[in-house]
Structure formats: C-alpha cells, structure tokens
C-alpha cells in the first residue's frame, strides 16, 4: 500500500500523482481477471471504477490528490481485497497444510487488531 500512496511522504511517485496510473490500474485488472470468486473480482472491479474515477475528477479540476478521500475509497478496500485474495490462495492450498485453516474471514473490527498480532509474531517480538 506504501506504493500505491507514494510511501515515506514521497507521493510523487504513486499512481495518482505519477505517470503509471495505467499501469496500475491494469494490474487490478490483472487480479480482476484471475480470481475466480465472483465477489472478489467484483471488489477489484469496483476498487479500479473508483480510482479511476477519482483521478479523472484530479485531471479535470487540475487539484492534487487528495489523500483521506484515496486512502477511504481505494488504498483501504484495496489492501482488504489483498487480504481475501490471500485468505482464498491459502484455502485452496489448504490440502498440503500440516494445520487445517479455518474457513472463515476475520470480522471486519478485528482486522487490524489480528494484522498487529502477526506482524508482532512475525518479528518474534
């Protein structure tokens, strides 16, 4: 996500303010056509419209990005959809697993408290 906002303050080089939105927006294509779950594609579907939309509403108005309205509507939904595409990639590799993974999403409010648990783990802290 740091890429697609730029990262570390340096947002010249994100989609929306750089030259590779087409780019960008192609590769969401990309997993758009992949994913077999029709409810992802549509997500990735609707993440693309609504970046698209935005930066054509930036273009025409000649006004920079703005970023809480980019974060809310894109950067968000789309490292969500990250997060279910991996889920849906691990369920069904789930066969070669040693540990059976469960099958459900987490809920919504507990996103990020469970991204903070594995990053911590992660980094054996």
Request: aromatic share 6%; hydrophobic share 30%.
């Amino acid at each position: 996500m740091d890429r697609f906002l730029g990262g570390g303050g340096n947002r010249d080089t994100s989609p929306f303010s750089g030259d590779d939105f087409v780019d960008w927006s192609d590769r969401l294509r990309d997993v758009e056509e992949i994913v077999n779950d029709p409810e992802l594609r549509a997500e990735a579907a609707r993440i693309r419209d609504e970046a698209r939309e935005l930066r054509r509403e930036q273009i025409e108005t000649s006004s920079p990005p703005q970023w809480d309205i980019i974060q809310q509507k894109v950067a968000r939904p789309l490292a969500q959809l990250q997060n279910r595409v991996a889920e849906e990639l691990l369920r069904r590799t789930a066969e070669e697993a040693r540990v059976p993974l469960d099958k459900d999403p987490v809920p919504t409010q507990y996103e990020d408290a469970v991204r903070r648990y594995y990053e911590r783990l992660g980094s054996s802290e």
